[in-house]
């Protein structure tokens, strides 16, 4: 595993300023875990269970806690909730960890326990959603992708391959990291010379985000780029290019990888998929923590664990790795 593990990690790490952390940022209790005393981290994440891509992500938490030897919980919401997250995230203050990482889906919501974390000397990463808001919490570094970005590189791929009239399906109203990523999507093909608008469908609601799109290609036959936001919406949008007759018409790609997103891209009914690198969002927490604690270093600011691009020409070898778990 760590020789896998040592291949993805090169280019993310490239990509961290590696320097000791100050007092200042992780405060005075968590310089330190006393000699002999096993490391104590806690994950909360706000993916629902049996959601592949979380699957992927309390995958390398876990696989980090035992390279690293250090004790580890995972916890996350019974479906998108940020205050249970916030409540969550309080309990696990509560059992004094020696770290904790934590995703941010809404900051409004989630900055009271964090803030408190951080003023108790528990040092706490973020990974996932939250780039744009981690610095502000105190939080010592943030693994993920820069969600603006990594809509904007989207959108300009797809208008150099002549998209002028896209739509962005967004699934996640009120997640800021959502919100994000049409934004940056729209804005590039706008940029570019098209237009580009946003879908608001909900996640919970297969059937009903399949006719919220047919609805919305029927309305304007003049779409040419259809961009989803993850795998939890990929199989209702691409039905709905099936049952209009737009899918191998149009352009289409989507956040995030699944073995249905990996399959399609491969069979070229998919143009790419954005690939966040879930797994390592996962395991270098838990890697940084565990040094943090152990040795007085970690990386500090944004680390990049996207985006990355596959396409049909690796797709096959991204689903051969998520057979393992590590996509």
């Not at 952390?21 to 209790?29: F, L, P, R, Y």
Request: charge should be positive; charged fraction near 20%; proline fraction near 5%.
């Amino acid at each position: 595993m760590r020789k896998v593990i040592a291949a993805l990690l090169g280019p993310v790490l490239a990509t961290a300023v590696l320097a000791g952390c100050s007092k200042e940022q992780a405060g005075t209790e968590g310089t330190a875990v006393s000699s002999g005393k096993k490391v104590h981290i806690i994950m909360v994440t706000h993916g629902a269970p049996g959601d592949p891509f979380w699957n992927a992500v309390k995958r390398g938490a876990e696989d980090a806690a035992k390279d690293f030897k250090v004790e580890f919980d995972y916890q996350s919401t019974s479906k998108v909730d940020p205050a249970e997250q916030a409540r969550l995230i309080e309990a696990a203050i509560a059992r004094k960890p020696d770290g904790l990482a934590v995703s941010i889906l809404d900051p409004d919501a989630v900055a009271g326990p964090i803030k408190k974390a951080v003023a108790r000397g528990i040092p706490v990463i973020s990974l996932n959603s939250g780039d744009a808001f981690f610095a502000k919490l105190g939080i010592l570094a943030h693994v993920g992708q820069a969600e603006e970005i990594a809509g904007r590189q989207a959108g300009e791929r797809m208008a150099g391959e002549g998209v002028k009239n896209a739509i962005c399906i967004n699934h996640g109203q009120g997640d800021k990291s959502a919100e994000l990523r049409c934004q940056g999507f729209t804005g590039a093909i706008s940029k570019a010379g098209g237009k580009a608008k946003q879908v608001v469908v909900s996640q919970g609601d297969p059937t009903g985000t399949q006719r919220r799109i047919e609805a919305a290609l029927k309305a304007d036959p003049g779409i040419d780029g259809v961009l989803g936001l993850g795998p939890v919406i990929f199989n209702p949008v691409k039905a709905a290019l099936s049952s209009t007759g737009k899918l191998g018409k149009l352009r289409f790609a989507t956040f995030d990888l699944s073995p249905d997103i990996l399959a399609a891209v491969r069979d070229g009914q998919a143009d790419f998929a954005i690939d966040q690198q879930q797994y390592l969002q996962g395991y270098l927490p838990v890697e940084f923590l565990a040094q943090r604690l152990r040795l007085g270093i970690c990386p500090t600011g944004l680390v990049l664990a996207g985006p990355n691009f596959v396409t049909k020409a690796d797709a096959q070898a991204a689903i051969e790795l998520s057979k393992q778990g590590l996509r």
